[in-house]
């Protein structure tokens, strides 16, 4: 079943504006009024709280935290704690699952794939690990690094919230928490790997394409919607 799904590139915005712009959108997938959608964009910097998040794996208070221009918010999405900040590009896909793709796992290892299949066009090895969530390169010597997140909301099969890729992204931020809770693994970037600047409009197009090839989808670039506040948070699958 192919898909038509409006991008939109919203380029640098803050993490609350973006929860509450999905809020809207989400609501109105649900309604109908809208068609499938997917944000890219860039964050401010920001440390977030999924549903499954302790806090003691963030390691300043807020108030250190503010005052190194680092926001601290509850996502509502699944997962732990994580850091969100400018040379990240983050995709918000607001899709309905319904009625073939109505399968949460699947919608994650979809995302996963996305992600592994963009760092194969950086010719980056990426993988899955066996229990956790996200995209990783592997190696005996340098270890195990996360090089894409992946926390997600479904509401009445419709989605929010999503994936975060590092392609310059300033790495030592993560040092602020304990990344999803894992202690003995590291993360890493698209610079690292590659030891050069990778422009961050380019690793969008790869995303996209590689995003409608797994989902079936054509995409096309439009404008946001005008769209009313949103009602009520709906129960997550």
């Known amino acids: 079943m192919r898909r038509q799904v409006r991008v939109h590139r919203l380029g640098r915005i803050r993490y609350d504006e973006a929860h509450q712009l999905q809020q809207r959108l989400q609501e109105a997938r649900i309604a109908g009024t809208i068609p499938d959608t997917l944000l890219l964009l860039e964050h401010d910097p920001v440390i977030t709280l999924g549903r499954g998040a302790k806090i003691g794996n963030v390691l300043l208070a807020k ?10 918010h509850e996502a ?4 732990d704690v994580t850091y969100h900040g400018p040379g990240q590009l983050v995709g918000y896909p607001i899709i ?11 919608y994650v290892r979809d995302l996963e794939q996305m992600m592994i299949d963009v760092c194969g066009d950086y010719a980056l090895r ?6 956790l969530n996200g995209t990783w390169l592997r190696d005996p010597e ?11 909301r479904i509401s009445r099969w419709v989605t929010m919230h999503g994936f975060a890729l590092n392609v310059t992204t300033d ?22 790997e ?34 009313p506040a949103p009602v009520v948070a709906h129960d997550t699958i």
């Open 194 to 227: 590659l030891d050069r600047r990778v422009p961050i409009d380019e690793v969008m197009d790869t995303v996209e394409r590689r995003f409608a090839a797994i989902f079936d989808a054509d995409l096309e670039h439009a404008p946001l919607p005008s769209l």
């Open 142 to 152: 340098l270890g195990d690094r996360k090089v894409g997140a992946i926390g997600v």
């Open 171 to 192: 790495l030592s931020h993560f040092a602020l928490i304990v990344p999803c809770g894992i202690r003995d693994k590291g993360v890493t970037s698209f610079e690292r």
């Open 126 to 131: 990426a993988e899955r690990i066996d229990g």
């Open 63 to 72: 108030e250190m935290l503010a005052a190194r221009g680092i926001d601290l």
């Open 76 to 79: 509502g999405r699944g997962g």
């Open 96 to 106: 309905d699952l319904a009625p073939d793709r109505q399968d949460v796992r699947r």
